[in-house]
């Protein structure tokens, strides 16, 4: 990270997830009563250990559009992240590092745009676009996952893409305990631990989950770039890098419930911790092939730079919700509260070396990076019965968020070695690291000591019901925010925004023959402002040799879409559909030319993200997942989807897509189950299409290889189960194009500043895990 780009982490974080309610005690029979209906839906521990049935894709039966998967349906793959598990979906497409599954993105679009629930609840993103990276959330904890691919007046309109909801066991989901255990084992021969314990069952009149992980994380990427003055031209220089993340999540989660005939009670929580080191190394050579020393040491040596970037991260996440429901003579009243917060804490270091000079220089740099999110939130909303199986649905909706960001960086560290340092260095045994000195003199970099304030206030309507063969909902969102930036390191003082919209939306389902059903929708939806975008700082040639200069009245983007989809039940437990959807995004935020000079003189200019053009996204979506029983293959599961996504938007450079969307992304599989063995093996193959990054001064094209999982179980009793899984079997490279140029009249004439072309790799990874029900 540099100090040009740093300044993206100025962004909304926590990470989710609790829930804290209090309710009045009820009676004593009135909780056994709602604990006996409750009883039939309690999994015991034996039965998520040994599941000896193939899980498919649920249907749903309310008004919107959305698709199901309980954790049966990922488990046997074992993921151990949320983002991990969502490979498996469709329309969700990932920009990631090999073997990585952080920021979704449904539908090929920027996590941005994507709204991510957890339990039904809004969480706070860790990223300047305001995004939540799932790689955090562990997969043992998930009950199900839901794709809602519309929008409802009941939820915040964040989801021009659609919404993502994961939902966590709690103590009516699970009764008894179990543990796992197991080893990861990557490419070059390390190897990590991942545990956990999970406990559910009656305490009092409630029920408890308690659960507790650890994973280690591991990523050994290989990079590999070769960089020219343009397409076609001589090789200037190639680097080889390794860059290894090596680190450790600890998570804990805890709920108690009650649930009565007239109250709902809950009392949740979830912690995580994070210890991160990221190691890059990586070595600059003249030659194409070859890794000799110091290009001046005499002996045909090729090395022209050794750089070595160290980032430290320590994160801590909590968060704490409360949720109270209460049914009464006026229909039901419920009320949540919220608190989160995250703690981002790192320290990063890059030294390097140069060679391609009379003497060695040297050059050290240190950023230190503090950020501390704290985020409250209220809820209330009445649901009325008004006859005939009409409801009517009513609420608000409170935030107030606070983000406090204080970047640091080190008076650089500047100086010439020894002209002897060419013959005597070998960048296999030594390090750039040994000649740094003591970093002194921190100073805030542009933009980096901050205040962000947001305050949200929504109120919502809607009435639902169902007509015969048709479940509906009509609903309306009004939604006001108001944001204060404050730029500690800037004169001027505080800007605020202020700014409300109105969001209807509409649903229906459609039950039409024997098991089919069309589904139909429509929604206006919103996606707010990054942070970065609205901080009023100038970053100097941020964008190639062009400033960046911030925009605190950015307003946010809106979009009218629709979806309309069919699904067929098959046999008793399958499902098959197809879905259409489109995007009108108006306001769409574009950096554009001030027409003012920029900082590099002549030539370069200053831009400013702000809202103009329009843009839509549209696609269709298909998916299957079913037993071949209707081939007398009643112990054979199949499941795939493919997703074929476009988009259109255009700027000052011509017509193009959304920014790193993937023109496609499938995935296919099957699950093979033998009951008289108790065993079962599978396999899963998912592929997604390349995606282009057109930005001022920067054009990126991204492909991936082909991902391969493979696992084989094998059950014994009805307690134990160990499993044997293989991952990126084929070693998938994600391969990289930048087209880089230095102004934007060189980039509309295709003048190039610089050619690179890079692909990384990390190898397959293996995994033995095993689970003990008590």
Excluded at 13 to 29: F, G, M
Excluded at 517 to 534: E, H, K, L, N
């Amino acid at each position: 990270m540099n100090c040009k780009s740093i300044v993206a982490t100025l962004a909304g974080a926590s990470l989710p997830v609790l829930a804290l309610s209090l309710a009045a005690p009820a009676a004593a029979q009135t909780v056994e009563t709602a604990q006996a209906a409750a009883q039939q839906e309690i999994e015991t521990a034996a039965d998520v250990v040994v599941n000896g049935t193939i899980a498919y894709r649920n249907r749903t039966e309310g008004a919107e559009p959305e698709l199901v998967y309980d954790q049966e349906f990922f488990q046997r793959f074992e993921p151990l992240t949320a983002g991990d598990a969502l490979k498996r979906v469709p329309s969700v497409t990932f920009l990631s590092d090999v073997i990585e599954s952080d920021g979704a993105r449904l539908r090929g679009l920027d996590p941005g745009y994507t709204q991510i629930l957890i339990n039904g609840e809004r969480v706070p993103g860790t990223n300047a676009d305001r995004s939540f990276f799932l790689d955090r959330i562990p997969a043992e904890l998930i009950k199900q996952v839901e794709i809602v691919r519309s929008s409802s007046a009941r939820r915040t309109g964040d989801a021009v893409a659609g919404t993502l909801n994961i939902v966590l066991r709690d103590g009516y989901q699970l009764d008894g305990g179990y543990i796992r255990g197991g080893l990861l084992r990557f490419d070059d021969g390390e190897v990590k631990p991942s545990l956990g314990a999970v406990f559910g069952g009656q305490v009092g009149p409630g029920r408890i989950l308690l659960g507790a992980n650890l994973q280690g994380r591991y990523n050994p990427k290989k990079k590999y770039s070769l960089r020219y003055d343009e397409p076609g031209a001589a090789l200037n220089n190639r680097e080889d890098q390794s860059d290894v993340r090596d680190g450790t999540d600890y998570a804990f989660n805890a709920s108690y419930t009650i649930d009565t005939d007239t109250t709902d009670f809950e009392l949740s929580g979830f912690y995580v911790r994070t210890d991160r080191t990221e190691t890059e190394r990586s070595f600059e050579y003249s030659t194409a092939t070859g890794s000799g020393g110091s290009i001046r040491n005499g002996a045909g040596g090729n090395l022209l730079v050794d750089n070595s970037n160290i980032n430290g991260i320590e994160q801590d996440n909590f968060s704490i919700n409360g949720k109270l429901g209460q049914k009464w003579s006026l229909g039901e009243t419920k009320l949540k509260v919220g608190f989160a917060k995250f703690i981002d804490n790192q320290w990063e270091t890059e030294n390097e070396i140069e060679f391609d000079r009379a003497a060695p220089r040297f050059t050290g740099d240190r950023f230190d990076t503090h950020i501390v999110d704290k985020e409250f939130s209220a809820g209330l909303e009445h649901e009325a019965p008004l006859g005939s199986g009409i409801d009517l649905v009513f609420g608000g909706f409170y935030q107030n968020k606070v983000r406090d960001t204080d970047i640091q960086e080190a008076a650089r560290q500047r100086f010439n070695l020894a002209t002897s340092f060419h013959a005597a260095y070998s960048q296999f045994a030594l390090t750039p690291d040994t000649n740094a000195q003591g970093f002194t003199g921190f100073t805030p970099i542009a933009g980096g000591l901050s205040k962000i304030k947001e305050e949200r206030k929504d109120l919502f309507g809607l009435i639902e019901g169902e007509t015969g063969a048709v479940k509906w909902e009509v609903g309306l969102r009004w939604e006001n925010t108001n944001v204060r930036i404050d730029d500690l390191t800037a004169a001027g003082g505080a800007i605020e925004q202020d700014y409300n919209q109105l969001l209807p939306s509409a649903s229906a389902k459609i039950s039409v023959g024997n098991g089919g059903r069309i589904t139909i929708s429509g929604a206006r939806t919103v996606r707010r402002p990054r942070f970065d975008y609205i901080t009023p700082v100038l970053l100097e040639a941020e964008l190639g040799d062009n400033d960046l200069l911030g925009n605190p009245l950015l307003r946010p983007e809106t979009a009218w879409g629709a979806d309309l989809g069919f699904e067929q039940r098959i046999g008793s437990t399958g499902v098959i559909g197809v879905n259409f959807f489109y995007r009108d995004v108006k306001d769409l935020v574009e950096v554009y030319n001030t027409q003012v000079e920029g900082s590099e003189g002549p030539g370069t200019f200053v831009y400013q993200p702000r809202n103009t053009g329009d843009g839509q996204v549209y696609g269709v979506e298909f998916d299957v997942s079913t037993s071949l029983g209707f081939l007398g293959l009643p112990d054979t599961g199949v499941f795939g989807n493919l997703s074929l996504l476009e988009s259109d938007i255009t700027d000052e450079l011509g017509e193009r897509r959304f920014n790193g969307q993937s023109n496609t992304v499938y995935n296919f599989g099957f699950i093979q189950n033998f009951p008289s063995f108790g065993a079962a093996f599978g396999a899963t193959y998912r592929k997604q299409g390349a995606a282009i990054d057109r930005n001022v001064g920067e054009e990126v094209r991204t492909t991936y290889g082909a991902d391969l999982e493979i696992f084989v179980e094998k059950r014994f009793g009805k307690s134990f189960t160990i499993r044997a899984v293989g991952s990126n079997l084929l070693d998938s490279e994600k391969r990289e194009a930048f087209n880089k140029f230095t102004t934007i009249e060189d980039q509309i004439d295709r003048n190039f500043d610089e050619y690179e072309l890079e692909r990384e790799n990390a190898g397959p990874v293996f995994q033995v895990m095993a689970r003990l029900a008590f």
